[in-house]
Each structure stands twice: as structure tokens, then as C-alpha cells.
């Protein structure tokens, strides 16, 4: 199974879906992230299998990533200051 998330950052999300998803029979589940962020906060053992881009630690939005549920259809990823 491959679980696709616009973004992992601290990784709980992903973790709950993935353990979801084992739950239910799954026996592989890999995981793919259109953007990474990068910092030593992420839930252990939850890391992306595919990557398409590392973004700094700082908040991200565009390119399907909101802010405030603003900026999603934004055409590239911009950060916050
Ligand atoms: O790695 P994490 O720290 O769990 O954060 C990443 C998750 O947070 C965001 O979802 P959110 O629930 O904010 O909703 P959204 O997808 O509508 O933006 C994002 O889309 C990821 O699914
Ligand atoms: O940096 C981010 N941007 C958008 N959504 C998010 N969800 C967790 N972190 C982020």
C-alpha cells in the first residue's frame, strides 16, 4: 500500500494511517510525501519512502498546502518567515 500526503512534518498523521492501515491486514505500507521538512522532530520510525522535495523548518504552503485554508492553488511552495 502507499499512502501519499502533501506534506510530513512531525509525522502523526501519517503514523495514525499507516497503523490504520496495519490494523486492517495491510502488509506494506511505504509512504510518499510531495515535501519532507526538515528537523529531528518527526514521530520515531515514520520517515517517507519517496520524497519530492525538503523543505526547511519552517511553515510551508502552496502547491496543495494551506495556510489557514489560504494559498493552496498557489503554482510553487513558499515559506513563512
Ligand atoms: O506530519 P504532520 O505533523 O502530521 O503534519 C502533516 C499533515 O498536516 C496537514 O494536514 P491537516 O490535517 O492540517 O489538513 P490539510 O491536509 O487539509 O491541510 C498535512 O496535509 C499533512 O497531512
Ligand atoms: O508546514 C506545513 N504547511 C502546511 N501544512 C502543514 N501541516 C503540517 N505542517 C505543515
Given at each position: 500500500m502507499l499512502l501519499?500526503?502533501?506534506i510530513l512534518d512531525e509525522g502523526h498523521?501519517?503514523?495514525g494511517i499507516r497503523e490504520w492501515?496495519?490494523?486492517q491486514?495491510?502488509?506494506e505500507v511505504r509512504i510518499a510525501a510531495l515535501?519532507?521538512?526538515a528537523?529531528?522532530?518527526c514521530v520515531e520510525g515514520v520517515c517517507a519512502d519517496?520524497?519530492?522535495v525538503e523543505v526547511p523548518d519552517r511553515y510551508v504552503f502552496g502547491y496543495g498546502m494551506d495556510y489557514h485554508e489560504q494559498?493552496?492553488?498557489l503554482p510553487a511552495i513558499y515559506a513563512l518567515k
Open positions: 501519499a500526503d502533501d498523521t501519517l503514523h492501515c496495519r490494523e491486514g495491510a502488509v515535501a519532507v521538512k528537523h529531528d522532530r519517496y520524497i519530492g494559498g493552496r492553488n
